[in-house]
């Protein structure tokens, strides 16, 4: 069965959190303290694993209602399953009237009695409007039939039970089997008795009185077909598992104490941790012990060889932050767990207690999963898992996600306020928890909720767009976004028309400034992807590049100037404004600034290299601030109406130019170690 919906209500901070959709890894997103925790541990009150409880209402009824108001049938929970093909046979079986049923619900209450509903069961085609019109029709020949017994106890019995069964007819208990089963009681206490007076119905009205008998048995027989169903249900309800904290594992075992207390039936939780440590590396801490009397160190040393192999693989698959090596070493009576950091020189093996603490909490959480998933407690279970991955660093964290949703078979359900435990590319499993003062906990499957409840998924969103717009297997690093809006639209147009431009795969990613660059460019080489970096020509770019080379971010291959674009003498300053012609130039700050200057005609500096810092000094003197951001929008709205009229005069050559350089150095890069320098 597979859990679709759930609804919880009268849950400590939960008054009604709305219907919840769920589906195999469902995402409950929210901020601290807005009872994501109180909506796993009511799900998990339905079907725990040491058995369903009552709830208190001291503890867990909301704290802002009168106790009074809680009894023991105060509803908590409600939901509604999926059967499988093979679970509606096995449905049809115990109430052929189920036959197409695919959906069940169960809820449970206070008390903790739990009931089960099949909804898609169409309602039987009887009731006491049918039995009245049915009875309307025959009562006049069954009193017929009565008065033709002959005077005496017979006839007065028939009587009385004429009367019996006209009662039943116009009765209306709340139930209809009780309904069905006194109207049956009825109709056979009024057949015998005219049986008794040797008398009878005619044979039409004979026949419509055992129909509407049949008819009666119908929900009575839906009753015990029901009860047979609801105990299947109940018996075949996945367990709800839910884990807030990961066992840590000790890294240094003794065999004997655990074996002794294992004996004597007082075994301590950290006994059961190793049980779990045990059963995923295939190891027997019996035979282990065995051996160690027999003195065969070296099948005992095989065993926890092969052992650590298991587990090693494993780590490896999930464990993506570094290649760790897990050693199992038997000394004496004892048991170490060592764990080693391997790069290309050497291996450091420290015992696992010694290591990080997202380390431990990562080999506890894989070591808990896998014991208990894979034919443990928790084979046929939903995992509700309350902010799994808080102590991993963020990749950390995207690798645990995508073992939940990959590689755990178990429907989970997760609560988490982490942007890198936010699914992006399955933005429909998410659901927003969100508190409100009077309305209590809320969840809902729209990005509902104020910004702090929204925060995670807002900085996951954005995390994935920039890296979907800016990063990419070829990367051209760029100053700014100025330089990236004339680079990309120049370059589009080119290509749009079949002049030599960049290559349509290369990514133009800006830094942010000629500080960040190095920042932006260790990023992206730590992910093995192919960097060039184009800079504006000056002291504070040549500084850039230098720091770039001497700390072997980059290969100086692989860094370009602007003035690489320039057709013979290179200035000595330029930023990738000065590619334009100036007169283009002239014509965007007169249009983007024209309020501001109301006839006013900036003078410019020509001693200044550059063309922009001629302008924010003919600015400031004039008492304005110029922003470069301005011009380069009407640029793009103009190289969107008429591409030619901007990029007259030197423009367009100066820009192939440098495009040529560029696809050069990048088919260079490209033949290279994704190594710098190596």
């Not at 069965?1 to 769920?22: A, C, E």
């Not at 929210?30 to 694993?49: D, F, I, T």
Request: with cysteine; glycine share 6%.
């Amino acid at each position: 069965m597979q859990l679709r919906s759930f609804q919880i209500s009268n849950y400590r901070s939960v008054n009604l959190s709305g219907d919840v959709k769920t589906v195999k890894t469902t995402a409950l997103v929210g901020r601290n303290e807005s009872g994501k925790s109180n909506v796993l541990r009511a799900l998990h009150s339905l079907n725990p694993a040491d058995g369903v409880k009552p709830l208190s209402p001291i503890k867990d009824f909301p704290r802002h209602r009168r106790l009074q108001e809680c009894i023991d049938t105060t509803p908590v929970l409600d939901t509604t399953w999926e059967l499988s093909p093979a679970e509606t046979t096995e449905v049809s079986v115990l109430w052929p009237r189920a036959a197409h049923a695919k959906q069940i619900v169960v809820r449970r209450d206070y008390k903790g009695t739990r009931t089960v509903e099949l909804p898609e069961i169409p309602e039987q085609s009887f009731g006491p409007e049918i039995a009245y019109n049915v009875w309307t029709v025959i009562q006049p020949e069954a009193a017929a039939a009565v008065g033709a017994i002959a005077e005496g106890p017979q006839r007065t019995t028939a009587e009385a039970q004429l009367e019996k069964l006209t009662a039943a007819v116009v009765a209306k208990p709340p139930l209809l089997v009780d309904y069905s089963n006194a109207l049956r009681t009825a109709i056979n206490n009024f057949e015998a008795a005219l049986a008794a007076g040797e008398s009878k119905l005619p044979e039409v009205r004979g026949q419509a009185l055992k129909a509407l008998n049949l008819q009666a048995a119908g929900p009575a027989d839906d009753a015990a077909a029901m009860a047979k169903v609801s105990e299947w249900v109940l018996k075949k309800l996945p367990i709800l598992v839910y884990l807030d904290e990961y066992p840590q594992f000790d890294g240094h075992q003794d065999l004997t104490a655990y074996l002794t207390r294992k004996a004597s039936g007082q075994r301590i939780k950290a006994d059961f941790n190793f049980e779990k440590l045990c059963k995923v590396a295939g190891l027997d801490p019996q035979q282990l012990n065995d051996l160690l009397q027999r003195n065969d160190h070296e099948t005992r040393a095989q065993l926890a060889n092969r052992a650590g192999a298991v587990v090693t693989g494993e780590l490896r698959r999930l464990w993506k932050d570094r290649a760790l090596k897990v050693r199992f070493s038997p000394d004496a009576q004892h048991l170490d767990t060592l764990v080693a950091e391997q790069n290309d020189a050497y291996d450091v093996e420290v015992n696992l207690d010694e290591r990080s603490r997202g380390l431990r909490w990562f080999f506890s959480f894989y070591i808990t999963f896998a014991a208990d998933t894979k034919g443990g407690s928790a084979a046929n279970a939903i995992l509700l898992l309350d902010e799994p991955g808080l102590y991993l660093h963020a990749t950390s964290q995207g690798d645990l996600l995508r073992y939940l949703r990959n590689d755990v078979t178990n429907q989970c359900i997760y609560s988490t306020h982490s942007p890198f435990m936010v699914p992006v590319e399955d933005l429909a499993s998410i659901r927003t928890v969100q508190i409100d003062p009077e309305a209590g906990t809320t969840v809902s499957d729209t990005p509902a909720g104020d910004a702090r409840t929204l925060f995670p998924l807002q900085a996951a969103l954005g995390f994935d767009l920039a890296q979907s717009l800016f990063v990419g297997p070829r990367n051209l690093v760029v100053e700014g976004v100025t330089d990236y809006w004339y680079l990309g639209a120049i370059a589009e147009h080119l290509r749009g028309i079949g002049q030599a431009s960049l290559p349509q795969d290369l990514v133009i990613t800006p830094a942010g400034g000629a500080q960040k660059i190095g920042y932006m460019v260790a990023l992206l080489s730590s992910q093995r992807l192919k960097v060039l970096v184009l800079l504006d020509r000056g002291t504070q770019a040549e500084r850039t590049a230098e720091d770039l080379i001497k700390t072997k971010l980059i290969r100086d291959s692989s860094v370009l100037w602007v003035t690489d674009g320039f057709v013979g003498t290179e200035p000595t300053e330029a930023d990738v404004e000065d590619l334009l012609d100036p007169a283009v130039y002239e014509q965007l700050v007169e249009t983007t600034y024209a309020r501001e200057l109301a006839g006013s005609t900036p003078k410019l500096n020509y001693k200044i290299p550059r063309i922009v810092s001629r302008y924010e000094e003919a600015f400031a003197a004039l008492g304005l601030e110029f922003h470069k951001t301005r011009p380069a929008r009407e640029f793009l709205e103009r190289m969107a109406m008429d591409p030619t009229a901007v990029l007259s005069g030197a423009t367009q050559p100066r820009f192939q130019k440098l495009f040529t350089e560029i696809s050069r150095r990048l088919e260079r890069l490209m033949s290279q170690s994704a190594e710098p320098f190596r």
